[in-house]
């Protein structure tokens, strides 16, 4: 490989079973990904291997999606950790860990409805099955470069989230998601900063404008125009805008920012929408997801 070339995406794929690991791996297939599940412990360092030494000039090197968890033989987070880390120091390769969460009670409902038996149950319950993989996993979940948890994700969302972080022709560095959500559904577990807008006065109670969401002109008008918000929105962006350079020269791939109001339909949704169009036109890569947007009733 010449010193030129650019190194290979190498994306270890994990998480808990029945979070979506199976579906990842055909997405990035479908990107152009070489896509090899459960695949034993041993025969990680030997495939990245490989891959260098069948390169040629006419032929180029595919990116390479690895599935590995709880199934595999001989798994181990320790060891496993420390051979993403051995990996890392190669200069021909891209090395990142993705990891799948899942909310418990979500988990049950997709094992109990395929019928399937979890890996790590045997005669006991489902629900202990899955307690002891979370217990299992939790060092390779900290060490991730990207969460992704799935409790409230369509697959839509999923394989835009995907697409946004993995496609092939997608640009190096920082790869941003702004996220708005509802405190009454749970905080967002892959959120690296969390905001609450809770703050800021609320359409609900404005009889024309509940029906509508934050992304609505009429919507946004209201919330901006909050005494409080310019100040706090002139804060938050240029808090964000110190912090960018910062994680950039630590080496952070993926950066989530959620933004949190009650509902997850207004408040929330007007912030993101705002905090996502100033970092694009800061020059920064982000996708703007609203998770509980059109979950929440009216």
Known sequence: ??????????????????????????????????????????????????????????????????????????????????????????????????????????????????????????????????????????????????????????????????AAQ???????GLSIMVLSFSYKLGLPREADLVFDVRFLRNPHYDDALRPHTGDNPAVAAYVSADPGYADFFGRLRDMIDALLPRYAQEGKRYLTIAIGCTGGRHRSVVVAEALGKHLRETGQRVDIRHRDRDLTPV
Request: overall charge negative; hydrophobic content about 45%; proline content about 5%.
């Open 1 to 162: 490989m010449s010193a030129a070339a650019d190194p290979i995406r190498f994306v270890v794929v994990s998480g808990l079973s029945g979070a979506g690991k199976s579906t990842a791996l055909k997405l990035l297939e479908d990107y152009g990904y070489e896509a090899v599940d459960n695949l034993p412990m041993a025969l990680l360092r030997r495939l990245a291997a490989a891959d260098d030494a069948d390169s040629t000039d006419s032929q180029p090197r595919r990116a390479i999606a690895v599935g590995i968890d709880s199934r595999t033989r001989d798994f181990q987070p320790d060891q496993l950790i420390a051979l993403l880390g051995e990996l890392r120091q190669r200069d021909d390769l891209a090395v990142q860990l993705l990891y799948f969460d899942c909310e418990d009670e979500v988990l049950l409902k997709r094992f109990t409805a395929t019928r399937r038996r979890h890996p790590l149950a045997g005669d006991r319950p489902i629900a202990d099955g899955i307690a002891a993989e979370r217990r299992l996993m939790l060092p390779l979940r900290a060490a991730a470069d990207l969460v992704i948890d799935t409790s409230m994700a369509a697959l839509p969302e999923f394989r835009q989230a995907l």
């Open 166 to 172: 993995f496609a092939l022709d997608a640009m190096p």
